[in-house]
């Protein structure tokens, strides 16, 4: 293809030039509100020179009112639902049983264990002697507890949790 000669450079910018001069117009119908608001301010000028008539009032204040943006409904009031005459009460839970002394002492060494490992995270520096002393504080503990667990289920034990 050639390249546009310089008429044609003159016609298309002769175009480009009523397109952007007529960029503000617009297809849509245009808007009664503001045609009447435009005549109602002219109306105003009118009527500011001396000897001039008012044709118009200006906007009608009303009409906000006739056509709210958005409607609300009152929501019926709510009553509250009636309590239920019987409501589960449930037995108060049985006392957990006290636990053996060997259970007791492999909790606390656990216990020591995490405690020991906490203040060193921190940045504390602890003596080597306590620092063996809580890695056997938490094996030993450790292996009580895992020794002490039950063998066998009990026959009534069942499945799982029964609904």
């Known amino acids: 293809m050639s390249r546009p000669g310089e008429d044609d450079r003159e016609a298309v910018d ?3 030039a009523d397109l952007v001069a ?25 009527a500011s020179e001396p000897g001039a008539t008012a ?10 009112d006739q056509h709210p943006v958005f409607h609300f409904e009152q929501p019926a009031p709510v ?4 309590e239920p005459e019987d409501r589960f009460v449930p037995e108060p839970p049985m006392p957990l049983p006290r ?11 656990m216990g020591f264990a995490v405690l020991a490992v906490l203040v060193a995270t921190v940045g504390i520096r602890l ?6 002393t809580a890695l056997l504080c938490f094996f030993g503990g450790f292996a009580v507890l ?11 034990a069942g499945n799982g949790a029964v609904l």
Request: proline content about 17%; hydrophobic content about 40%; charged content about 20%.
């Open 127 to 132: 003596p080597m002697w306590l620092a063996w």
């Open 146 to 156: 895992v020794a002490r667990l039950p063998r066998n289920r009990p026959p009534d």
């Open 79 to 82: 009553e509250p639902e009636p």
């Open 99 to 109: 636990p053996a002394w060997p259970a007791l002492l492999a909790w606390i060494a």
């Open 14 to 16: 002769r175009a480009f």
């Open 55 to 64: 044709i118009a009032a200006g906007p009608d204040p009303t009409w906000a």
């Open 22 to 46: 007529g960029y503000h117009l617009t297809s849509d119908r245009p808007d009664p509100l503001l045609e009447q608001q435009s005549s109602g301010d002219r109306s105003v000028d009118q």
